[in-house]
């Protein structure tokens, strides 16, 4: 028997895929609960955080008001489940709280927020590619001084290897692709802030470009529909699985992913 489609694809659902299939499956089809992660919930934050300097005039998004945001942000999240859910003593939630300013503050090494002009934040986006459906958060869409549109996507993460550019890279057109398609306008620039180093990753989007980025998810989707037609998602073992929730699960570690139901009373 076929297994079930997914509804949509994001980026981060096509990375996912073609880092891991059987983990893509685990969680997006079987849609098994994941343990919470501290790098997630820290990015949750982060993002929230400059969510709300965004909020401000543009000459009060200072330093100052950006830690400010933090605190109002980690109050907000104060009872989320997904902060609970990490159980941090004391001492791991000042850690917590000391590397998400660490973050803040680096994000004044790669912008002047006060220079930024902001058109919409956390934008929920979406299109459709034949029988399937892009969708994509834009952290923030702002205009240049041209009046054209920048997409700017906050990374808390290690910035990604040379390995993976083309993944990284991925990213940026499959944003370009969703403001094109959504808004009737390419971008003339999109840029991933990476935090923790920090630096950017800035790229002009072309008509080529975004054509490139429909032809690749078309594909991975067929490849998508295929797996869930044979029911064959394959583990594709790498330093990914030190933090894959479904380890415990996976034939690649002795596992049985039949048993991996047994998530789903747990979470
Ligand atoms: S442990 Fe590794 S190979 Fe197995 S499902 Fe997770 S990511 Fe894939």
């Not at 401000?56 to 489940?81: I, V």
């Not at 800035?202 to 080529?208: D, F, K, L, N, Y």
């Not at 078309?218 to 894959?244: G, K, Q, Y």
């Amino acid at each position: 028997m076929a297994l079930p489609l997914p509804t949509s694809l994001s980026p981060s659902k096509v990375a996912s895929f073609k880092d891991c299939a059987l983990a893509f499956r685990f969680s997006n089809i079987d849609r098994l609960p994941e343990a919470p992660s501290a790098a997630a919930t820290k990015g949750t934050l982060v993002h929230r955080a400059l969510e709300l300097l965004f909020c401000e005039p543009a000459p009060g998004r200072t330093l100052d008001a950006a830690l400010a945001c933090l605190e109002r942000a980690r109050t907000e999240m104060a009872t989320d489940p997904e902060l609970v859910g990490l159980g941090l003593d004391a001492a791991a939630e000042a850690a917590f709280a000391a590397d998400a300013e660490v973050l803040v503050r680096k994000y004044f090494a790669l912008e002047d927020p006060r220079t930024v002009h902001p058109i919409g934040m956390e934008l929920l986006m979406e299109a459709r590619v034949g029988s399937l459906t892009l969708r994509g958060i834009i952290d923030r869409l702002d205009l240049d001084a041209d009046g054209g549109l920048v997409v700017t996507d906050y990374k808390t993460g290690r910035v990604p290897g040379v390995a993976h550019e083309q993944s990284r890279l991925g990213g940026v057109h499959f944003y370009a692709f969703l403001c094109e398609r959504v808004l009737g306008r390419r971008p003339s620039r999109v840029q991933l802030l990476y935090l923790s180093q920090p630096v950017a990753i800035v790229a002009e989007p072309s008509a080529q470009s975004v054509r490139g980025l429909e032809q690749r998810t078309t594909a991975i989707w067929e490849a998508v529909e295929r797996a869930c037609a044979e029911e064959d998602f394959r583990p594709r073992p790498s330093e990914l699985c030190n933090w894959c929730s479904f380890r415990d699960y996976c034939p690649a570690f002795g596992g049985d992913p039949a048993r991996a139901r047994e998530l789903v009373g747990a979470g």
